[in-house]
């Protein structure tokens, strides 16, 4: 009796499995069928993953399946992919791009990426949140950024700057070669923790540094589950939140949300103010609590309830903001000057030649007029940009102009702007360097969106002039002293890591310093 008993419960387990395969299968069909009802052009996805099986597997960078079908179909204005089951519009015609980043903006308002809850609070700043908290902060955190506010902030990053040379020079001394990726990373992040955080990390002398460990962590996680699971919070970012997983490990929100709220408490409880970012973030909780305090009105559309973990939460907008664009733009801003020594001997006799001016000292007014050397940026930006792609969930239906499409609301919609830059029918032989395409004029006559490194629209990145001054800083201190030479165990041409969120060096940039006789 038992035996028939075990048969037939084996039998009802093969017969239910085979159901839920058929129906997990038929689901995806469904599901991947989405764009071709809709008319829309993509190539054919794969069972479960979509077009991010590689991404998952680790073999290709996060967007590279994005920035591989522009070239494909890029005589195609937009084509329908898929992450996991979730569609995705990858737009190639930047006349597209601009009626969605700037045009109709409100459309398009949210990046679709997590906004904070129990899986990660501190997600919820200016970078993830959409709508009119968001409008009402970017409006209050507007005057951070102007040239007087930067002009108070110097002196830190300059410093650190300095810092960065007498690291180098340590290098250069004991004949070693640099990993001008490393480098950057413990300046970027130094900068971050003292404008961003208040705290000095000490990267250069500690590299045990928890705070630059964690940093790091943050923004590349060894584990394969993490990047399951922010793949997972990025794709899907209602359901992730409706779950209740944590989207970063909980030493990592610890950390520093511990760091803000010490640094904080400890400020306020000794009435000491600091030229940097944090300090802005505290006015607007004092602002905030003031408010209440005093029961006065606010209207709508001025009020913002700003607590502790939204200072932590925006603190952590100025890593996200700061230490990627700064760190991978001065590494590969390096590695293109060593690439191309006349363009180095340029840079370096602008930089030689400006400092005469100013007795030697590299003044905020002094690094502002090295035009330059902005150019060299932002060439570097435009082959080697730190993020590769910018990415908008639709709000609401949007009627495509001269078209029969209307995209859902809910879509993800994504801009491979690293393809875009790198299209030949935009920028002639793309895969060289020519700071001269971003001289003055003729950056001023380019399509807003032919180059985007910072985004594009009312969502583009508030600390575009911090980002060049940051960037610019350790390249200025190094030109003076050394010449950049190339390290055989530099791969030509750049090979990008696949398990990065964001463009980075796989291997790292090694270069070989030359001291000059100045």
Not at 169 to 198: C, P, R
Not at 285 to 294: A, I
Not at 302 to 307: E, G, I, K, R, S
Not at 366 to 384: C, K, S
């Amino acid at each position: 009796m038992s035996f028939i008993f075990t048969h037939i419960f084996n039998v009802r387990t093969v017969i239910v499995l085979i159901f839920t395969i058929i129906y997990t299968v038929l689901w995806f069909r469904q599901k991947f069928s989405y764009w071709t009802r809709r008319g829309v052009f993509g190539p054919k996805p794969e069972f479960l993953f979509g077009h991010i099986k590689k991404v998952i597997k680790r073999k290709e960078q996060f967007f590279q399946p994005y920035y591989d079908n522009y070239f494909k179909y890029k005589h195609l204005p937009y084509i329908g992919m898929y992450s996991f089951h979730q569609p995705v519009l990858s737009i190639h015609d930047p006349d597209i791009a601009k009626l969605m980043l700037i045009k109709d903006f409100d459309y398009f308002q949210s990046r679709g990426t997590y906004a904070g809850g129990v899986g990660d609070p501190l997600a919820a700043n200016l970078f993830n949140i959409f709508g009119r908290r968001w409008k009402i902060l970017r409006l209050k955190m507007t005057p951070t950024f102007t040239p007087g506010k930067l002009k108070t902030m110097y002196p830190i990053v300059e410093e650190i700057a300095s810092k960065a040379l007498d690291y180098v020079d340590g290098l250069h001394k004991d004949d070693k070669t640099v990993n001008f990726s490393d480098f950057y990373s413990k300046y970027a992040m130094e900068i971050i923790g003292n404008v961003g955080f208040g705290v000095e990390c000490n990267g250069f002398k500690n590299p045990d540094s928890e705070f630059y460990i964690r940093g790091h962590e943050y923004f590349d996680h060894k584990s394969h589950y993490w990047r399951l699971i922010r793949a997972f919070a990025f794709f899907a970012p209602d359901t992730f939140d409706s779950l209740k997983i944590r989207r970063i490990s909980s030493k990592i929100e610890n950390f520093f949300y511990g760091i803000v709220k010490s640094t904080v408490q400890y400020r306020q409880e000794h009435s000491v103010t600091r030229n940097d970012f944090l300090q802005t973030l505290i006015e607007l909780k004092n602002e905030n609590s003031d408010t209440e305090k005093e029961n006065m009105e606010c209207t709508a559309a001025t009020h913002l309830p700003f607590t502790m973990t939204d200072v932590a939460a925006n603190t952590m907008l100025y890593m996200i903001a700061g230490y990627e664009t700064s760190a991978t733009t001065g590494q590969f801003a390096a590695y293109q000057l060593a690439l191309n020594p006349a363009v180095q001997a340029k840079a370096r006799e602008e930089v030689l030649g400006v400092l005469a001016k100013y007795n030697g000292e590299c003044t905020y007014e002094a690094q502002n007029e090295m035009g330059y050397l902005n150019m060299v940026l932002d060439e570097t930006m435009r082959i080697h940009p730190s993020m590769r792609a910018l990415f908008r969930r639709c709000n609401r239906d949007y009627k495509l102009p001269n078209s029969d499409l209307v995209i859902e609301k809910g879509t993800m919609v994504f801009i491979p702007t690293h393809a875009i830059h790198m299209d030949p029918d935009i920028f002639p032989d793309p895969h060289k360097f020519d700071p001269e395409r971003f001289a003055p004029e003729r950056k001023a006559k380019m399509h807003p969106c032919h180059w985007m490194p910072f985004g594009e629209g009312p969502k583009k990145c508030l600390g575009i002039r911090q980002g060049y001054i940051q960037s610019k800083m350790a390249l200025i201190k190094v030109l003076q002293h050394y010449e950049l030479i190339l390290d055989p165990k530099t791969p030509v041409p750049m090979k990008i890591k696949s398990s990065s969120l964001v463009y980075a060096a796989d291997g790292g940039v090694w270069l070989r310093l030359k001291r000059l006789h100045t």
